[in-house]
């Protein structure tokens, strides 16, 4: 506390005046009113003084002050003061002189002081005060001077050498014949014990404060701990305050068996011999889980005597005492942590019971990690028995999968990747999400992805195979829904058929680096309405060129709209990329790092990520296959369409777009006819041949229509109102030749057409 400025004369009251009273005045003084005041009668006493050079109180000549006979002090009273250790001082306001007997002087520690460094002021004696007591002093000795009262105080004084005693005393202020200031007398006696009592109090109470605040903070950092590694850390990193451990251990008890999951304070390979062993009935850990209790060892003594079984081994560790607590959670022993000490102590009861409340925190928080281990390690079991190991290499294309669970929670759902291998030289896409975040939509997910795989691995069509799926999953009766995208590639032209069932678009990055979301059109999620019929949409790709399917938390959080999210997302799937021959592996892999990179370190992710990439090679040479072959069901008018659409394509790649009108026209033709008029399937083949340049290297496309039909077509001249009949005449007015061969079983139509040179 700041101490006050020290005055330097006597403290006096304000307003009094130390000059002596009119020589020869008597009788009563005045004061401020008028009125008149009796003289105040003076103390007899025998005050004791310093004797010169000896720095030690010793007595003086009576003097001063009048007195009466009934002022002298009792014979008791002096034996009752020495057997108490209470001494007397007398502080000579006026002059400023401070005297008392041996026992004050002894008490106040003046025979500690050097010679001459004790002149008997008021000063001098604050000075040996200590500098937060002197202030205090000093200001409660001036209010008694002003009032003329009484005034006490607890202080302490510091010695040359640094020795601290404490000293009580009591005083009282005399007045003179006129009502002035003029003494203080009163006792002194030694309260260092009070003080060692006063400091050991503060020192526990600053202890008992410090460990309750441990218990806080170990209690907080306990439950913030998730896993049981994380309890482990906490564990063995735990600064008990005033009871500072040589050795910490934690061991959990599996099966009859301790495992160590933790430890400090120890050499490496010190604990192997009790890691994932049996432990003796004799050693105290099995006694302190046996007895669901703590076991204290305070000395290598009694361990020795009282453990001898397992002395030897924990001798070589040089520990002192020991405390083994159990670790206890819902009735049974799940572990035992240790504290040790390197030299022999014995806990009292508050050390004692602050070591069993810290293994009560450490056990409640390892059996909610050990549960929680338990349950991810469940889940991510489940999640990689539902989604594919690896994913099937297909010639002609590269692919990529990332699967990221979300942060919280069992980080298991319903988010679901896949590529299928398909009839025909083709792969189909899958990406999708069931409705939940749980161990049910995990399982749901499982039963759809397999019923879709096994739909596209019959050859079905894609808006068959999404139909089938939603027909599936509300045959379930789950209360659950899935929102999906299927898309099959056909690797020998890059052309995609998607369909989407309420997911989100695919985008696609381009060879020119520039990437946007492709519009597929969209139904309802799979199993709100089992006669969903859903539409196709066809887009192609080029060489190089790479289709992204995602899941919803890739794009989407609480901070962040779907707007935002895709716009992010073609952002970096439009950044440059290392090339193939430059990099270590496939540029495709380092795309998904960094896509999946972005969303791990973002702190709004909520939701699993399912992302799967694909990049369309196309042949050697980065040129498509010249030929274009398609089977086309008896009766199915839809697939004529998507085979126009893809012959179109074809010829575009091959570089003979002069073809693709009259082309189309004519295979229309041939294709209608053989599926109208035949009850079996008709298979379509569209290739292209060129001849050397030495020859002039001019085009020659052929077009084939197989069917098994014995019937060959018939040449009609239909009338100018008739609908149909024209075909065959179209085709020989349009193509350069054309022909129908027989084959073994049913026929094949044919048409050639010729262009210039490339």
């Given at each position: 506390m700041p101490t006050e400025p020290e005055s330097p004369g006597p403290a006096l009251p304000p307003g009094a005046s130390?000059?002596?009273?009119?020589?020869?005045?008597?009788?009563?003084?005045?004061?401020?009113?008028?009125?008149?005041?009796?003289?105040?009668?003076?103390?007899?006493?025998?005050?004791?003084?310093?004797?010169?050079?000896?720095?030690?109180?010793?007595?003086?000549?009576?003097?001063?002050?009048?007195?009466?006979?009934?002022?002298?002090?009792?014979?008791?009273?002096?034996?009752?003061?020495?057997?108490?250790?209470?001494?007397?001082?007398?502080?000579?306001?006026?002059?400023?002189?401070?005297?008392?007997?041996?026992?004050?002087?002894?008490?106040?520690?003046?025979?500690?002081?050097?010679?001459?460094?004790?002149?008997?002021?008021a000063a001098s004696f604050l000075a040996l005060l200590h500098p937060e007591d002197a202030p205090v002093v000093r200001r409660r000795v001036e209010r008694a001077v002003a009032e003329l009262g009484q005034c006490g105080a607890y202080y302490r004084t510091v010695g040359p050498n640094g020795t601290m005693r404490a000293v009580r005393f009591r005083g009282r202020v005399l007045a003179d014949a006129f009502g002035r200031a003029s003494r203080m007398v009163g006792f002194v006696w030694d309260a260092t014990v009070e003080l060692h009592k006063r400091d050991r109090a503060d020192r526990l109470a600053l202890l008992r404060e410090e460990r309750s605040r441990f218990i806080k903070e170990a209690a907080r950092a306990l439950s913030e701990a998730v896993t049981v590694r994380d309890v482990a850390r906490v564990f063995t990193e735990l600064p008990l305050p005033g009871l500072p451990p040589d050795g910490l251990v934690l061991a959990a008890f599996e099966a009859g068996r301790t495992r160590i999951l933790g430890a400090s304070g120890y050499r490496p390979g010190a604990l192997t011999i009790w890691d994932r062993t049996l432990l003796p009935a004799g050693h105290p850990a099995a006694e302190a889980l046996r007895h669901r209790a703590p076991v204290f060892v305070s000395s290598r003594d009694e361990y020795r005597e009282t453990y001898p079984e397992v002395w030897e081994p924990t001798s070589r560790n040089g520990r002192g005492s020991w405390a083994y607590l159990p670790l206890v959670a819902s009735g049974r022993a799940i572990g035992v942590c240790v504290v040790s000490f390197d030299d022999e102590r014995e806990l009292d009861a508050d050390e004692r019971t602050l070591l069993t409340t810290l293994g009560g925190l450490v056990a409640q928080s390892l059996a909610r990690a050990r549960l929680h281990d338990a349950e991810h390690e469940l889940a991510a079991g489940l999640q990689r028995v539902m989604l594919p190991r690896t994913v099937p290499s297909v010639p002609g294309v590269t692919t990529a999968v990332r699967y990221l669970a979300a942060g919280s929670g069992l980080q298991i759902g319903g988010d679901w990747y896949d590529v299928v291998p398909l009839p025909g030289g083709h792969v189909g896409l899958v990406i999708g999400d069931v409705q939940g975040h749980d161990v049910h939509a995990a399982g749901i997910m499982g039963q759809l992805r397999i019923a879709l795989r096994a739909y596209a691995a019959e050859g079905h069509p894609p808006a068959a195979v999404m139909a089938r799926a939603s027909r599936f999953l509300a045959d379930l009766d789950t209360d659950h829904f899935a929102t999906c995208t299927y898309a099959e590639v056909n690797v020998d032209y890059g052309v995609v058929y998607a369909v989407r069932a309420g997911h989100l678009d695919p985008v696609v990055r381009r060879s020119d680096g520039t990437a946007a979301a492709v519009p597929v059109a969209g139904g309802l999620p799979l199993g709100i309405d089992p006669d969903q019929e859903y539409r196709v949409t066809r887009f192609s790709l080029d060489p190089g060129e790479t289709v992204l399917l995602c899941t919803d938390g890739l794009v989407e959080s609480r901070g962040m709209d779907l707007d935002e999210g895709v716009a992010r997302l073609t952002a970096t799937l439009a950044e440059p990329l290392p090339l193939a021959e430059e990099a270590f592996r496939d540029p495709l892999e380092d795309l998904a790092d960094r896509i999946a990179s972005q969303a791990a370190d973002s702190s709004e992710r909520e939701d699993d990520i399912a992302l799967l990439l694909l990049r369309w090679d196309g042949p050697a040479g980065g040129l498509a296959a010249q030929q274009l072959r398609r089977r086309i069901g008896q009766a199915d008018l839809a697939r004529v369409a998507e085979v126009r659409a893809e012959l179109r394509d074809a010829l575009r790649r091959w570089g003979v777009a002069e073809f693709i009108d009259t082309a189309e026209l004519l295979s229309s033709e041939l294709v209608t006819n053989a599926i109208r008029h035949t009850d079996r399937d008709a298979m379509f083949t569209a290739r292209l041949y060129r001849e050397p340049v030495s020859d002039g290297g001019r085009a020659r496309l052929r077009v084939e229509v197989e069917d098994e039909s014995d019937l060959w077509p018939t040449r009609r001249t239909p009338g100018e109102q008739a609908s149909s009949g024209r075909g065959l005449m179209l085709v020989e007015a349009l193509a350069d030749s054309w022909g129908v061969e027989p084959r073994g079983s049913g026929k094949r139509m044919w048409f050639e057409l010729s262009g210039a040179a490339a």
């Amino acid at each position: 506390m700041p101490t006050e400025p020290e005055s330097p004369g006597p403290a006096l009251p304000p307003g009094a005046s130390t000059a002596d009273p009119p020589a020869g005045s008597s009788g009563p003084t005045t004061t401020g009113t008028g009125r008149a005041k009796p003289p105040a009668q003076a103390v007899r006493r025998r005050p004791l003084r310093t004797a010169p050079g000896t720095g030690r109180l010793a007595p003086v000549l009576p003097g001063g002050l009048p007195s009466t006979a009934g002022d002298a002090m009792p014979d008791w009273l002096e034996p009752a003061m020495a057997a108490n250790g209470i001494g007397s001082f007398d502080w000579d306001i006026r002059r400023d002189v401070l005297e008392g007997d041996p026992r004050a002087c002894a008490i106040i520690g003046l025979d500690e002081v050097g010679q001459g460094a004790f002149d008997r002021t008021a000063a001098s004696f604050l000075a040996l005060l200590h500098p937060e007591d002197a202030p205090v002093v000093r200001r409660r000795v001036e209010r008694a001077v002003a009032e003329l009262g009484q005034c006490g105080a607890y202080y302490r004084t510091v010695g040359p050498n640094g020795t601290m005693r404490a000293v009580r005393f009591r005083g009282r202020v005399l007045a003179d014949a006129f009502g002035r200031a003029s003494r203080m007398v009163g006792f002194v006696w030694d309260a260092t014990v009070e003080l060692h009592k006063r400091d050991r109090a503060d020192r526990l109470a600053l202890l008992r404060e410090e460990r309750s605040r441990f218990i806080k903070e170990a209690a907080r950092a306990l439950s913030e701990a998730v896993t049981v590694r994380d309890v482990a850390r906490v564990f063995t990193e735990l600064p008990l305050p005033g009871l500072p451990p040589d050795g910490l251990v934690l061991a959990a008890f599996e099966a009859g068996r301790t495992r160590i999951l933790g430890a400090s304070g120890y050499r490496p390979g010190a604990l192997t011999i009790w890691d994932r062993t049996l432990l003796p009935a004799g050693h105290p850990a099995a006694e302190a889980l046996r007895h669901r209790a703590p076991v204290f060892v305070s000395s290598r003594d009694e361990y020795r005597e009282t453990y001898p079984e397992v002395w030897e081994p924990t001798s070589r560790n040089g520990r002192g005492s020991w405390a083994y607590l159990p670790l206890v959670a819902s009735g049974r022993a799940i572990g035992v942590c240790v504290v040790s000490f390197d030299d022999e102590r014995e806990l009292d009861a508050d050390e004692r019971t602050l070591l069993t409340t810290l293994g009560g925190l450490v056990a409640q928080s390892l059996a909610r990690a050990r549960l929680h281990d338990a349950e991810h390690e469940l889940a991510a079991g489940l999640q990689r028995v539902m989604l594919p190991r690896t994913v099937p290499s297909v010639p002609g294309v590269t692919t990529a999968v990332r699967y990221l669970a979300a942060g919280s929670g069992l980080q298991i759902g319903g988010d679901w990747y896949d590529v299928v291998p398909l009839p025909g030289g083709h792969v189909g896409l899958v990406i999708g999400d069931v409705q939940g975040h749980d161990v049910h939509a995990a399982g749901i997910m499982g039963q759809l992805r397999i019923a879709l795989r096994a739909y596209a691995a019959e050859g079905h069509p894609p808006a068959a195979v999404m139909a089938r799926a939603s027909r599936f999953l509300a045959d379930l009766d789950t209360d659950h829904f899935a929102t999906c995208t299927y898309a099959e590639v056909n690797v020998d032209y890059g052309v995609v058929y998607a369909v989407r069932a309420g997911h989100l678009d695919p985008v696609v990055r381009r060879s020119d680096g520039t990437a946007a979301a492709v519009p597929v059109a969209g139904g309802l999620p799979l199993g709100i309405d089992p006669d969903q019929e859903y539409r196709v949409t066809r887009f192609s790709l080029d060489p190089g060129e790479t289709v992204l399917l995602c899941t919803d938390g890739l794009v989407e959080s609480r901070g962040m709209d779907l707007d935002e999210g895709v716009a992010r997302l073609t952002a970096t799937l439009a950044e440059p990329l290392p090339l193939a021959e430059e990099a270590f592996r496939d540029p495709l892999e380092d795309l998904a790092d960094r896509i999946a990179s972005q969303a791990a370190d973002s702190s709004e992710r909520e939701d699993d990520i399912a992302l799967l990439l694909l990049r369309w090679d196309g042949p050697a040479g980065g040129l498509a296959a010249q030929q274009l072959r398609r089977r086309i069901g008896q009766a199915d008018l839809a697939r004529v369409a998507e085979v126009r659409a893809e012959l179109r394509d074809a010829l575009r790649r091959w570089g003979v777009a002069e073809f693709i009108d009259t082309a189309e026209l004519l295979s229309s033709e041939l294709v209608t006819n053989a599926i109208r008029h035949t009850d079996r399937d008709a298979m379509f083949t569209a290739r292209l041949y060129r001849e050397p340049v030495s020859d002039g290297g001019r085009a020659r496309l052929r077009v084939e229509v197989e069917d098994e039909s014995d019937l060959w077509p018939t040449r009609r001249t239909p009338g100018e109102q008739a609908s149909s009949g024209r075909g065959l005449m179209l085709v020989e007015a349009l193509a350069d030749s054309w022909g129908v061969e027989p084959r073994g079983s049913g026929k094949r139509m044919w048409f050639e057409l010729s262009g210039a040179a490339a």
